[in-house]
C-alpha cells in the first residue's frame, strides 16, 4: 500500500514487516560494529550534528568543517564503507523505480533528542533517482516542502518499517525530523530511531 502525499512523495506505511525490521536491524548492527557511528559537523562553524551517522555501499555522506561531501572511506577509520545490504537493494530496486543500484546508503542514528534540519538533499550528481529512506524505531515527525525553503510545509509521522520515497518534481524539496516520538517504538532496546537513506550519487553511465 502507498500514498502520494504530494507529487514524487510517495509514502508506504508499514513497508516493513516487524520480522524485516529485525533482519535490517541485525544488519545495520553488523555494519556499525565495521564503520562505527561518528558525530558529523557542520561545514564552518564544526558545530556536532545531534544525530550520529555511518553509511555502507561504496559510498557514503559526511560532513566536517571542511564541508558536505560523499566518499569511500570512513572519517575516522579511514576503512572503506561495509557493503550494502541484499535487502537495502532489494527495497530500493522496488520502490526506486530507477534502473541503476544506488551507490551509497546514509545511516542517522537518532538518540531520543536529536532532530535535523530542514535541508535539501542536492550533494549527489544525479537528480534522476529518487531518495528511498526506511525508518526503524521510534516514530519521527518528518516535514517536507516545497523546492523554496520558504514554501508552506507539512509533516508526516514516519513509524517503524515505513519507506518514504521522494523523485521526479519532489527530488529537491527541503525537508527534515522535527523530532521523535518517545517510546513509541520498542524494535531499539534503548530506544531512538535508526534512518536509511539510499541514493545514487554518480551518474549513470
Ligand atoms: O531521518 C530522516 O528521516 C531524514 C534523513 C535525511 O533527510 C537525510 O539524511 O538527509
Ligand atoms: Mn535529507
Redesign the pocket.
Known amino acids: 500500500m502507498s500514498l502520494t502525499l504530494a507529487p514524487g512523495v510517495t509514502y508506504y506505511p508499514a513497508y516493513l514487516d516487524r520480522p524485516a525490521q529485525e533482519d535490517l536491524l541485525a544488519a545495520i548492527r553488523e555494519i556499525t560494529r565495521a564503520a562505527p557511528l561518528y558525530t558529523p559537523r557542520m561545514p564552518k562553524t564544526g558545530k556536532p550534528f545531534s544525530v550520529r551517522m555511518t553509511n555502507c555501499g561504496p559510498l557514503g555522506w559526511v560532513s566536517d568543517e571542511t564541508g558536505y561531501r560523499y566518499q569511500p572511506t570512513h572519517p575516522e577509520t579511514g576503512a572503506p564503507w561495509p557493503e550494502m545490504p541484499a535487502m537495502l537493494r532489494a527495497a530500493w530496486d522496488e520502490l526506486s523505480g530507477y534502473p541503476h543500484p544506488p551507490d551509497a546508503c546514509?545511516i542517522?542514528f537518532?538518540e531520543p533528542g536529536a532532530r535535523?534540519g530542514l535541508?535539501q538533499?542536492k550533494d549527489e550528481e544525479e537528480f534522476a533517482a529518487p531518495v528511498v529512506?526506511l525508518?526503524l524505531g521510534d516514530t519521527?515527525l518528518?516535514r517536507y516542502g516545497g523546492l523554496d525553503r520558504k514554501d508552506p510545509t507539512r509533516s508526516v509521522r514516519?513509524r517503524s518499517g515505513d519507506a518514504i520515497v521522494f523523485g521526479g518534481p519532489a527530488r529537491l524539496i527541503h525537508?527534515?525530523?522535527d523530532r521523535l516520538i518517545a517510546g513509541s517504538s520498542d524494535l531499539l532496546p534503548q530506544g531512538g530511531r535508526l534512518?536509511l537513506?539510499l541514493r545514487k550519487v554518480g551518474r549513470a553511465l
Do not use: E, K
Open positions: 546514509l542517522n537518532y535535523m535541508h538533499d529512506s525508518s519521527a518528518f514516519l525537508h527534515g525530523i534512518n537513506t
